[in-house]
């Protein structure tokens, strides 16, 4: 049996595998993916990519690609039982760069991304490839697989990531439980090619007798998700004349070509442990998250992009000390934000699918009376009731100020910004995939003299400055933009005006000091390089 050795061995090609590869290809680590399946998918499942998951494909050097596969920017429209829209969630800030909810097509996406490997020698995909056991001891793992091109082969990795699925075998096998609660209902998903619905958001019947959520998509394509009630079996649900009855009642689509028709069961868990030794897991072998909130598939871009800048240290450092904190943050970083997305979702589940019409009633009436009071109102609007990503433990340096307030363990903001010569950009286009100390002053050229940056340039940090809105940048021996956008001048941020922030390779926030004391950044930056 022939053997084959890599760095990273990744089970499941789907958009967290991918782009895990995709990340881990792009730091020069040598990558085997395997994918059971002879090809991506190609039939419709996750709809919803946010401005989150689009940075990570800024991240890759994809996010071009994908957004041309995207329908920009929709919100939602919540409609009571009598048809009328009582509130609206229309965001329209872009504190990442990107709209917050993007529609698109999974196999479209895939596609991109499976080929987006191609760029990279050091990645190989094995497709038509099946796991067929593992065992790992202190110097890595071994997997044994069966390929339809080449047989039964082994393969010897330093480290495994198992991104296959919500029925994970690497899970099952490595006896992880799923923790969370017996949330678990089941809803008939019908994908449609040429919606006669020309509504470009997603529309949220909260009707007590039929909950049902019709989601828009690029290209003419809409899905519709209607929740199963009153002990209807799945065969009789899939049924095509209940399909068709069904959509009769929520629009104009009842004559519609049918993509595909299923029931699906929602859970709400997250395994116990993401680590057994050398073995992770990511995306839906690690959590499963109810739909309402679009988060399933952008969950597991966010593991994606945690631990690939974490296995690409590992595999370049003999630090052990440091590779076992840095490998145990990706629970500690991951799982609590997991969990916050599975909680949001239950609650907006609440509110689409009210189990009476009093409850229907009084959710529109909360509804109204938040929308007389702008905050409240532009709470709802603006999606700020999604959880910010923010790290309250892992690999990081607190600076002592409240959790609430603390920038320490948040995605920094991607405003746009603009050099000397008025060229405009993303803030991820001038630091790029790889630490960076930025320097937000008024005067940043004042603050960083040539032996600091020499210092940090030399560990591999990259290191910028940014001016507030108001102040023109300047030439000086590191690059220096201005906050165009006006993310990091609103008031907001006033009290982190002149100080120095330590991006980690993900974009979030490692540490951070005010100007006077830079220096002592230096040691938490030997641990991101």
């Known amino acids: 049996m022939s053997i084959d050795e890599t760095e990273i061995l990744i089970i499941g090609a789907g958009p967290t595998g991918l782009t895990l590869a995709n990340l881990l290809g792009q730091a020069g680590v040598n990558v085997i993916i395997v994918e059971r399946n002879s090809s991506t998918v190609q039939e419709p499942r996750a709809v919803s990519i946010d401005d989150e998951s689009m940075r990570t494909m800024q991240a890759i ?30 965001p329209v800030s872009r504190e990442y760069g990107f709209d917050k909810r993007n529609a698109f097509q999974q196999p479209e996406l895939e596609d991109v991304l499976r080929k987006g490997l191609e760029r990279f020698a050091n990645v190989e995909t094995r497709f038509g490839c099946d796991m067929q056991s593992f065992a790992q ?20 990795a330093q480290y495994m990531v198992a991104c296959d699925g919500g029925r994970s075998p690497t899970r099952i096998e490595l006896d992880i439980l799923l923790d969370g609660s017996t949330f678990s209902e089941q809803w008939l998903i019908v994908d449609l090619f040429n919606t006669k619905n020309r509504f470009r958001h997603t529309e949220v019947f909260c009707n007590p007798e039929l909950p049902c959520i019709s989601l828009p998509g690029p290209e003419g394509i809409r899905r519709y998700e209607f929740m199963i009630q009153n002990g209807q079996g799945e065969q009789e649900a899939e049924q095509e004349e209940n399909v068709r009855n069904l959509l009769a009642q929520v629009g104009d689509d009842k004559d519609a070509e049918l993509r595909r028709v299923k029931v699906y069961t929602f859970h709400g868990r997250v395994a116990v442990k993401w680590k057994e030794g050398r073995i992770f897991l990511a995306g839906d072998a690690a959590h499963l998250t109810p739909p309402f909130a679009g988060q399933g598939m952008n969950s597991g871009l966010r593991d994606a992009h ?26 500690q970083e991951r799982s609590p934000h997991a969990w916050n997305m599975i909680e949001i979702a239950l609650t907006m589940g609440r509110v689409m699918m009210p189990t009476s019409k009093l409850q229907a009633a009084f959710v529109r009436a909360a509804f109204r009376i938040m929308s007389v009071y702008p905050p409240a109102r532009d709470y709802i609007a603006q999606m700020r009731y999604k959880p910010k990503p923010l790290f309250e433990q892992g690999y990081q340096q607190p600076d002592g100020r409240d959790v609430k307030q603390t920038m320490v363990g948040r995605l920094f903001y991607q405003p746009e910004i603009e050099d000397i010569h008025r060229n405009c950009m993303l803030l991820d286009r ?5 630490p960076c100390l930025l320097v937000f002053s ?9 032996k600091t940056r020499k210092i940090f340039e030399e560990k591999g940090v990259r290191v910028i400055g940014i001016t507030p809105e108001w102040m023109n940048p300047v ?22 005006r002149e100080h120095a922030f330590l991006l980690r390779p993900d974009h979030y926030v490692a540490a951070t000091m005010p100007i006077s004391n830079i220096a002592s950044l230096e040691n938490m930056a030997d641990k991101l390089v």
């Open 137 to 156: 001891d202190g110097a890595g793992v071994t997997v044994k697989v069966n390929s339809e091109k080449h047989g039964e082969q082994s393969i010897k």
């Open 442 to 450: 008024e005067t940043p050229e004042l603050v960083i003299n040539t």
């Open 475 to 496: 030439q000086a021996d590191f690059p220096i933009y201005r906050d165009v956008s006006g993310e990091l001048s609103c008031k907001n941020f006033t009290t982190y």
């Open 430 to 434: 001038a630091i790029g995939n790889q």
């Open 306 to 331: 945690n631990l690939a800048w974490k296995l690409a240290l590992t595999v370049r450092s003999n630090d052990e000390a440091m590779i076992e904190k840095l490998l145990n943050s990706y629970q």
């Open 61 to 90: 050097g994809l996010d071009s690609e994908i957004l041309n596969i995207v329908a920009r920017g929709y919100g939602s429209r919540y409609m009571g039982p009598n048809g009328k829209c009582f509130a609206k969630v229309e």
